[in-house]
Nanobody, 122 residues
Framework: QVQLVESGGGLVQAGGSLRLSCAAS??????MGWFRQAPGKEREFVAA????????YYADSVKGRFTISREDAKNTVYLHMNSLKPEDTDVYYC?????????????????WGQGTQVTVSS
């Protein structure tokens, strides 16, 4: 059974940092990524990493502040979030797929985690 289990969300002050983790079980993936979603809004692409090559991709809104990385031995992907802003407050979702298409659209990913809340106070 394929599972993506996220952890690491929480409450942080503006300018602070958090690290999200997503542990995959049941299989390995070609690409893993992070999306975020605010109430009443569409899910938004944040970052993605091609597992084998390590190529990384970021939304413009987080470039330079967030870093996506992977740990092969644990089949885990991380999202290191620095210089957090109140507008980064969202539920963050881990996503994975066995192939790559556009990689920035929610429909590109077949597997999803349950989501973890990140709240940044001003």
């Amino acid at each position: 059974q394929v599972q993506l289990v996220e952890s690491g969300g929480g409450l942080v002050q503006a300018g602070g940092s958090l690290r999200l983790s997503c542990a995959a079980s049941g299989r390995t993936f070609y690409i893993m990524g992070w999306f975020r979603q605010a109430p009443g809004k569409e899910r938004e692409f944040v970052a993605a990493i091609v597992w084998s090559r390590g190529n990384t991709y970021y939304a413009d809104s987080v470039k330079g502040r967030f870093t996506i990385s992977r740990e092969d031995a644990k089949n885990t992907v991380y999202l290191h979030m620095n210089s957090l802003k109140p507008e980064d407050t969202d539920v963050y979702y881990c996503a994975a797929d066995s192939s790559i298409r556009t990689l920035r659209l929610e429909d590109d990913y077949d597997y999803w985690g349950q989501g973890t809340q990140v709240t940044v106070s001003s």
